[in-house]
């Protein structure tokens, strides 16, 4: 613990900006990722959750203000792409992100990387009428198969040759599976969980516990923006560390 706080208290020192507050713009899918990430209805969308409260003290360590904001998903990467925001919580390395987003140096480990912010799998839903069992095989997931717009295992299922029908939202797409009864939609289990306690979705669906993939998830900042410098990112990161392993929170698989 020492040997942290004086590490973080090297970084800062090199890192802090010595003007005045800028401002961050930070973006998140308008998806819930409760309790990472979430929308608080009661407070006109604002948007919450562990991981919102963790990087807004970070930032404010390294003498930034951050405002965050939620959109689809797509639209946050466009805005990250065009430097419309600085920040975006929280998305999984591919080369291509890479050319327009800093990760952590080692991000390209995937789940092996020291400075992810989470490891959630994706799970098969189902409806209950369909007794499905994932047994590992990508080419007998129930069609059709549905998944989010622009996320990276609805690309690599796509790239694999499997026919997959994109939606904007987890919740349009389970929707569509409970008016149908047929198919499957591929989620984040953490999402999952939150939407299966719904009666809307309960009762109707369930979810295979065998993960389709595990994703690592991390904080992505603009190279277009470019007002996070490699110092205070590399100072951020260390801090994402050490708060996943006080507190053993990001291992949700």
């Keep these: 613990m020492h040997y942290y706080v004086y590490i973080l208290t090297v970084l800062l020192a090199l890192s802090l900006p010595l003007s005045a507050k800028e401002t961050l ?4 899918d308008d998806d819930n990722w409760f309790p990472y990430v979430y929308l608080e ?6 948007v919450k959750g562990i991981v919102v ?11 930034y203000e951050a405002k965050y904001s939620a959109f689809p998903w ?5 805005k990250l792409k065009n430097g419309s925001v600085d920040v975006v919580i929280a998305g999984t390395y591919t080369p291509e992100r890479a050319s327009y987003a800093h990760f952590p140096s080692d991000a390209h480990k995937m789940v092996d990387s020291e400075y992810v912010l989470a490891r959630d799998p994706f799970v098969v839903i189902t409806h209950r009428d369909n007794h499905f069992i994932y047994r590992g095989n990508d080419s007998e997931l129930p069609k059709p198969l549905r998944s989010q717009y622009g996320y990276n295992i609805t690309n690599q299922l796509k790239n694999s040759g499997l026919p997959v029908e994109e939606y904007y939202s987890n919740k349009s797409a389970l929707d569509d599976l409970v008016r149908s009864k047929t198919g499957s939609v591929l989620i984040n289990r ?6 299966l306690d719904d009666p809307k ?21 603009s190279k277009k923006s470019n007002k996070v410098g490699l110092n205070q990112r590399e100072a951020f990161y260390q801090q994402i560390k050490a708060w996943r392993l006080q507190t053993g929170a990001g291992y949700v698989y």
């Design 53 to 63: 409260s963790l990087t807004k003290d970070i930032f404010k360590q390294l003498g």
């Design 74 to 78: 797509l639209r946050c990467m466009e």
């Design 41 to 46: 209805k009661k407070h006109k969308n604002e």
């Design 201 to 221: 979705y309960g009762k109707h669906l369930h979810f295979n516990s065998t993960p389709v993939r595990v994703t690592p998830y991390f904080i992505m900042f």
């Design 25 to 28: 713009f930070v973006c998140t």
């Design 190 to 195: 953490m999402s999952a969980d939150n939407l």
